[in-house]
């Protein structure tokens, strides 16, 4: 039997992560959202692809949750995207009433599934869904660090004329303007970057990656990014329903790991079967500790605010 993903959120990233899971066969999809008509329409569409594609999945669409049960995973990208001038933070509150009635629907139809939470402030949105579902830390994994670090390789790639596939490298942290580009462990080819690229060079492309999503909402004026969103997605799913291990910078509850606890925050992980399978410890630096800490703490600064902001 084919497995089974549920994307909550028909918008850009909800239905583009939808459409790539199709078009690869990897599993039946749900696409569900509150605007009537919207997933219905859009997983028709889809559907119709099919046949062109060589698609044999299905695809619905759907603004209850029925038609979601027993999904093996659920990605949530319900919420407000940000606008120009918008911080991720300034969507605090309106995604964090969103996510939670999302994921207490989600918990109640979907029991075993890993619940993979995509809607922006991400970190503390991964935390609220943790803390809704009741689920294990194990199943609730977030996505923002593999776009990241897309945004940091395709950078680099450009930079030094190579292909993106020569690039192996981590950001770390918070998905916000903290964001944490290790550059210590960071390679091309095997050769350190910071051997390849000089120093304030170096400086230059870590900020245009902590600024990328800005950048495309810059040029969008309405909405952000959505096409390297849900390919960081797809990767994930992946990575979940074959099993496959993978070490991949995803958003995990810590408790102890790089001397943080209880947060959620960008780290590598090895994700298969059931979600986080065990948190990668890396060498990191003093700076690239500090670094990391002071994300964390930006992270930790949303979580209160959640908290007494609880309705
Ligand atoms: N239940 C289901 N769907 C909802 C709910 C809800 N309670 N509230 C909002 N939605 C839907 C909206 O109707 C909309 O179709 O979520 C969708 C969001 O889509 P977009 O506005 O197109 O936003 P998108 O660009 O897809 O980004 C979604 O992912 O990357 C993050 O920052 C981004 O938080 C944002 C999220």
């Known amino acids: 039997m084919r497995s089974k993903v549920t994307v909550v959120g028909a918008g850009n990233v909800g239905a583009t992560a939808a459409q790539r899971i199709f078009d690869r066969g990897y599993a039946d999809v749900v696409l569900v959202d509150i605007v009537e008509g919207l997933p219905q329409g859009k997983a028709l569409d889809i559907q119709e692809s099919g046949p062109v594609l060589g698609s044999d999945a ?19 990208t ?16 309106t995604n964090m009433r969103i996510v939670s009635s999302v994921v207490s629907e989600v918990a109640e139809h979907s029991p075993d599934c890993v619940i993979l939470p995509v ?4 970190d503390a949105m991964a935390q609220r869904a943790y803390q809704v579902s009741g689920f294990p830390k194990s199943r609730v994994v977030g996505m923002a660090g593999i776009l990241d670090t897309g945004r940091f390789r395709t950078f680099l790639a450009e930079e030094l004329s190579v292909s993106v596939n ?19 462990s960071t390679t091309v080819g095997g050769i350190p970057v910071a051997n390849l690229i000089a120093a304030d060079r170096l400086e230059e492309i870590v900020q245009r990656t902590r600024d990328g999503g800005a950048e495309i909402v810059n040029y969008l004026k309405t909405g952000s990014a959505y096409y390297a969103p849900s390919a960081s997605i797809v990767q994930m799913v992946e990575a ?8 991949l910078p995803c958003t995990a509850l810590l408790q102890g790991e790089y001397g943080i606890n209880d947060l959620f925050v960008g780290v590598p992980v090895k ?15 003093d700076d690239e500790m500090a670094a990391l800490k002071h994300s964390a703490d ?13 309705s």
């Open 58 to 76: 299905t695809i619905v669409g759907t603004n209850g949750y029925e038609e979601t049960a027993g999904s093996d995973i659920v990605v949530i």
């Open 78 to 93: 319900s919420g407000i995207a940000r606008r120009p001038g918008m911080s991720r933070d300034d969507l605090l509150l």
């Open 119 to 122: 809607t922006n402030p991400l």
């Open 166 to 184: 020569s690039i192996e490298a981590y950001v770390l942290g918070g998905h916000g303007d903290t964001m944490v580009p290790v550059v210590g």
């Open 240 to 247: 979940i329903l074959f099993d496959k291990n993978e070490i």
């Open 271 to 285: 994700l298969g079967n059931g979600g986080v399978v065990e948190v990668v410890e890396f060498d990191l630096n």
């Open 298 to 310: 930006a992270v930790q600064e949303l979580v209160e605010v959640m908290a007494s902001n609880e």
